[in-house]
């Protein structure tokens, strides 16, 4: 009777335990072979995951396959090469890839483990991609030529980025500590919209600026009058799409793009901005917005702002001249929207409200060989990037793919 019931008990295990075993076996399972090499059910549920993420357009499915291919010819081509990433370059390269967000790796991961995302989906994504991309630059790179004439050419055709003006919309959120993950999550649903009209509504009714009162709209505004590292992200925009949420100190931001168009006459390259900052207590109080009014009526310019201040503390007051790229980006925002001696106070910090007035953005004397040298790396990069696209082509021709 003990030989029959362990029999039965034996064979209870099994059947409970063949389908989680069934579930497991097919997500591990082989979807593509590339010259014999696996992409699993489960990479392809990452890529689409980690796509998501990062608000690609397109169809997820198909673009995750796409990439999984190339990913493998890419690390059987780097594997033919001798090439591979160190440890200690596998780190740096999570390190700076995190900060494209502005946020910290440990933040940055943890942003996407609540989207579905494993770490080493992140860390072999950006492996293939930094390994891939030195790869092509030590193979290619000595090759390359870029002659006066090419770059005379480029700089006629564009204007340099500092050509563009942009017609925006905008949001910020606030979003300290209690609130963060909600301002966050809110963030993210706004970033995937695409109708201008929903954007506006959700800024009337989600956005800490004064803006929102017209629905977030901005008038034309330089490029270069925001920070540096946003450049390539609103450049990248298409009419009607929204950036992902964009970090900030206490809130997140969002822009949406109305419109873009070159500029009648480029502005100089910004040399340094200069700009000042009077604290006022009590920030989110209707005293701290009335003095701040008050603080307004006073200034025309920043030097007024040394008589507001006298007989103060002198930290109360600050004034900076700083390169733009020295700027926090909460405040490069801040100062973007401002011409010379307009004022603002949304920022705050611990409790204290920031009137903040931009004094001066000074022009570079000399930019001519700063735009030269930029334009020379932008089309080595696209030389780059047409060689690289010819060798991957060869690669899928040569390739064993099934199914």
């Known amino acids: 009777m003990r030989a029959l019931d362990f029999v039965g008990a034996a064979a209870l295990a099994i059947a409970l335990a063949a389908p989680m075993g069934a579930v497991a076996q097919g997500l591990f399972a082989p979807a593509i072979t590339v010259n014999g090499s696996a992409v699993t059910n489960y990479e392809l549920d990452q890529r689409v995951k980690l796509l998501a993420a990062f608000n690609t357009p397109g169809d997820p499915a198909a673009l ?8 493998k010819l890419k690390l059987q081509e780097l594997a033919r090469a001798g090439m591979e990433l160190t440890d200690e370059g596998l780190a740096t390269a999570m390190e700076e890839f995190a900060q494209r967000t502005n946020l910290s790796l440990d933040a940055f991961v943890a942003s996407l483990a609540s989207q579905g995302v494993a770490r080493e989906t992140l860390r072999d994504f950006v492996k293939v991609n930094t390994s891939w991309r ?7 790179n000595s090759g390359i030529e870029v002659s006066e004439a090419e770059i005379d050419a480029a700089l006629a055709q564009t204007g340099g980025p500092e050509s563009v003006e942009l017609l925006l919309n905008e949001i910020i959120i606030a979003a300290p500590p209690p609130r963060a993950q909600a301002a966050l999550a809110r963030a993210e649903a706004i970033s995937k919209l695409r109708s201008t009209a929903a954007f506006e509504a959700e800024a009337r009714e989600v956005s800490a600026l004064p803006s929102r009162t017209q629905g977030g709209r901005l008038d034309w505004v330089p490029l270069t009058n925001y920070p540096a590292g946003l450049h390539g992200l609103l450049l990248s925009l298409e009419p009607g799409e929204v950036t992902p949420p964009i970090p900030i ?33 009590g920030a989110g109080t209707a005293e701290a917005l009335a003095e701040a009014a008050r603080v307004a009526a006073l200034t025309d310019t920043c030097d007024d702002l040394y008589g507001v201040a006298k007989g103060l503390p002198a930290e ?7 390169a733009p790229s020295a700027v926090p980006q909460d405040l490069g925002l801040e100062l973007a929207r401002l011409d010379r001696n307009e004022a603002s106070w949304n920022l705050s910090n611990n409790g204290t409200l920031l009137f903040t007035m931009l004094c001066a953005r000074t022009p570079a004397a000399a930019v001519a060989d700063a735009d030269r040298e930029a334009a020379r790396n932008q089309i080595t990069g696209r030389k780059l990037t047409a060689r690289a696209d010819i060798l991957l082509a060869e690669l899928r021709a040569q390739a064993r793919i099934a199914p």
């Open 249 to 281: 100190q206490n809130g997140v931001a969002l822009f949406q793009l109305r419109d873009i168009r070159e500029a009648p006459q480029a502005p100089a390259a910004i040399a340094e901005i200069d700009y000042a900052q009077f604290a006022i207590p």
């Open 64 to 71: 995750a396959r796409e990439q999984l291919v190339e990913d």
């Open 316 to 322: 109360r007051l600050v004034r900076q001249s700083v």
């Open 134 to 140: 030195d790869y092509i630059r030590r193979r290619y």
